[in-house]
């Protein structure tokens, strides 16, 4: 049973080097040669085992922020303010998909070692953890306020392929009179297996996920939505500094201007017949 309060995947980044088009790359506005150091907790695991080779590929995604000002002193939030999630491997970033799974995007991943001067996964598991799948036992873990995890397994039968997500149980509905209850708790990430080459998967869906029972669970999927021009108005007029503000309006990069950010819903919904759902759970300190 992962501890997901204390683990950590934290990074030291590279000295800042002034960019040549924009005021503040990334957000940030401390002055250049900076050294960030970041610290994220981890919010979801997802685990591809590849059944006839025993290869495992592991993916972590972090506790999430809004896009940011770093490090200023007010305007600390960006507006319009898009969430910052991060979904890797142990070598690699993993792109979070923006468009729905029939669709194809633009993937872009890097490397870990490239992108950071140092950097370190900390994933710390309790060593009293019992596990369960009896509506009467979760119940009781539920009521006596145990410190509560998921996993989540369903199978593609065509790849040979076997999918573990683990994720905290942050929420949960019970009726302890006819012994239902309902996990119904997120985000967690589940990997876009038509990326797969055998080892890792390029991209992932953030998803919620939700379920009543132990042999079957739904994953409802998020996407982009594009906003009336009415809301367009506000959605992309920035409050205090601009993130795009470049030094010289008319030394444009190739790829300006940035894509604005996106408003999101969660519309997709998987189906998983014959899942295999366990619940975790330690007494609550």
Known sequence: MINFHASTFAWKGHPTKPD?????????????????????SLEAVCTITDESTGHVSEMFMNAPCRAEYTIAKRNLFQVPGNQFRYAFNRERTVTIANRPSDEVEE????????????????????????????????????????????????????RGLSIAIE????????????????????????????????????????AHVAFTASDYVEFILRREVDPSDSEKQWLTKP???????????????????????????????????????????????
């Open 167 to 206: 994720y905290p149980v942050n929420l949960i509905n019970v009726n302890p009179v006819d012994a239902e209850y309902q996990v119904c708790t997120g985000p967690v990430i589940v990997p876009d297996l038509e990326t797969w080459d055998g080892k890792n998967v390029s991209r992932v869906f953030l």
């Open 107 to 158: 993937i872009k991943n890097s490397s870990l070692a490239e992108s950071f001067d140092s950097h370190k996964l900390d994933v710390r598991h309790y060593d009293n953890a019992s596990t369960t799948a009896d509506p009467a036992e979760i119940i009781e873990a539920t009521l006596a306020n145990d410190l509560m995890t998921a996993r989540s397994i369903y199978r593609d039968t065509d």
């Open 20 to 40: 040549p088009h924009y005021k503040y790359p990334g957000g940030l506005v401390s002055k250049s040669g900076v050294v960030i150091h970041v610290r994220m």
């Open 239 to 285: 409050r205090g500094l601009d993130r795009n503000a470049l030094h010289d309006p008319a030394n444009q990069p190739s790829d300006y201007p940035i894509r604005k950010w996106q408003a999101t819903a969660y519309s997709e919904v998987w189906e998983k017949e014959g899942a295999d759902n366990i619940i975790m759970r330690v007494p609550n300190p």
